[in-house]
């Protein structure tokens, strides 16, 4: 793992912008030039959103790889976030702009379909986390910026869901998104139970 440490130390963060906003140009060329099927549009939606996806749940692995495994991705973290939120918001813009077209049946369905209000309050989750994603913001906020930024667990669970609620009939490939954004979840809680009573032992140990 030490190996894959260095070669990671290595690789620059701008490297990572790069390689992971690539397929957005490639999947839009594919729906134009027929390389999608013969519903373009709604591929091409899936196709973004289910990439918004998997970084998102990437991005709830990386503390847990780091503190399971020893695989430090921790200086791409905020790279893996805010191409996320870039994926999510390709899937919104060929959502309403290629598959509604029009602007009062766009709050209809925000309103009146359910896996449609998820995925929104997915995006107003994450609108707060890619603005503040920044160090200006790391060092206005403060302690309030940890906090903010524990809105991913909420926008994970909110995106998964709209994305098995999307599915017609059983299908496997959203339930497993949902059950690994579940168990990062857990992990995460886990490991802070683990860390307060470290803490704790420590500091009886000193008394």
């Not at 963060?13 to 729906?31: E, N, R």
């Not at 692995?61 to 020893?70: D, F, K, N, V």
């Not at 790391?138 to 667990?153: D, I, P, Q």
């Not at 599915?167 to 490991?191: D, S, T």
Request: with cysteine; net charge positive.
């Amino acid at each position: 793992m030490e190996l894959a440490n260095q070669l990671l130390r290595r690789l620059p963060v701008w490297a990572v912008y790069l390689l992971g906003a690539l397929p957005a140009p490639w999947l839009f060329y594919l729906g134009l030039t027929g390389g999608l099927g013969v519903e373009p549009v709604r591929a091409l939606e899936h196709e973004y959103g289910e990439l918004a996806l998997q970084l998102l749940i990437l991005t709830l692995a990386i503390s847990p790889l780091r503190r399971l495994l020893g695989l430090n991705l921790m200086k791409f973290r905020r790279a893996v976030g805010l191409l996320c939120f870039f994926y999510v918001l390709c899937h919104l813009l060929v959502w309403l702009l290629l598959d509604v077209q029009i602007p009062s049946q766009i709050l209809t369905d925000i309103a009146k379909r359910p896996y449609i209000t998820i995925g929104m309050g997915a995006f107003v989750l994450m609108l707060p986390l890619a603005l503040t994603s920044n160090n200006l913001s790391v060092r206005k906020l403060g302690r309030t910026w940890s906090r903010l930024h524990r809105l991913t667990y909420a926008a994970a669970v909110f995106g998964a869901v709209h994305f098995v609620m999307l599915a017609k009939g059983f299908q496997i490939e959203p339930l497993i998104y949902l059950g690994l954004v579940l168990c990062l979840l857990a992990l995460r809680l886990a490991g802070s139970r683990w860390l307060r009573q470290l803490s704790g032992a420590l500091v009886s140990g000193r008394t």
